[in-house]
């Protein structure tokens, strides 16, 4: 699985839109971009998924540069609840049984 | 919650003693997974089933062992815990139909002393 770099931290305003950024420069043509996030305390929340299409769901939105060698995930009004910290996983597609690759992920945190 | 439960919820024990944990789910998923989450380390994969008799090891297995006699359930058995097993355990499944989707269970907590 290619590997990604996320920022360790971000803030954002409540009500603001939060835009996570992800690079996964050594992305192959089979490999989706995955985003889970972690609540304190809680288990990972899936939250989104593409390949080169952006995507959009009732948590989020994907963009997916056209080169796909980085993405953002972007949360539209970002509440006090999104303070999480969001993971970016780039897995091959298929389904494989392996598990998925947690790197460090950002922190984010919606200020009031 | 794709029909996740993990039991028990919060454990302590003492070094050298047997522990089993349980994950249960109700919607017939044929992948279940059991991760640990410990400070600096993120999460890591200690075992895996694709169905039911099935196992794999994963990243972190030593010391672990699984048992997936029925779909539902995947146990995870700590032989003789040690201090170095204290942590957070979360049971996962993929969602068949969904391109490596996994839905995670609410975490046990176990403290080994």
């Known amino acids: 699985d290619a590997k990604t770099t996320q920022p360790p931290s971000m803030d954002c305003a409540e009500g603001r839109a939060a835009n996570l950024p992800c690079n996964h420069s050594?992305?192959?043509?089979?490999?989706?971009v995955y985003w889970y996030r972690q609540i304190h305390s809680q288990g990972p929340q899936y939250i989104i998924h593409?390949?080169?299409n952006n995507e959009t769901n009732e948590m989020a939105s994907l963009i997916i540069t056209e080169d796909r060698k980085s993405s953002t995930l972007i949360l539209p009004h970002a509440t006090l609840r999104d303070t999480a910290v969001y993971y970016c996983?780039?897995?091959?597609?298929?389904?494989?049984?392996?598990?998925?690759?947690f790197g460090k992920g950002t922190h984010l945190i919606i200020q009031p | 919650d794709a029909g996740i439960t993990q039991s028990p919820r919060h454990k302590v024990t003492e070094t050298g003693t047997p522990v089993t944990l349980r994950c249960h789910q109700t919607?017939?998923?044929?992948?279940m997974y059991w991760y640990r989450q410990d400070p600096g380390h993120g999460l890591r994969l200690i075992h895996y089933?694709?169905?039911?008799?099935?196992?794999d090891k994963g990243e972190v297995s030593d010391g672990y062992s699984v048992s997936r006699s029925k779909t539902e359930d995947f146990l995870l058995t700590l032989e003789s815990a040690t201090s170095s097993q204290t942590s957070v355990y979360f049971c996962?499944?993929?969602?068949?139909?969904?391109?490596?989707?996994?839905?995670f269970g609410p975490g046990t907590r176990l403290l080994v002393l």
């Open positions: 050594t992305i192959s043509g089979n490999e989706y």
């Open positions: 996962a499944i993929k969602s068949s139909g969904d391109l490596e989707t996994q839905y």
């Open positions: 919607e017939n998923h044929r992948y």
């Open positions: 996983i780039v897995r091959v597609s298929g389904g494989g049984a392996d598990g998925l690759t």
């Open positions: 089933s694709y169905g039911v008799k099935d196992t």
């Open positions: 593409g390949l080169k």
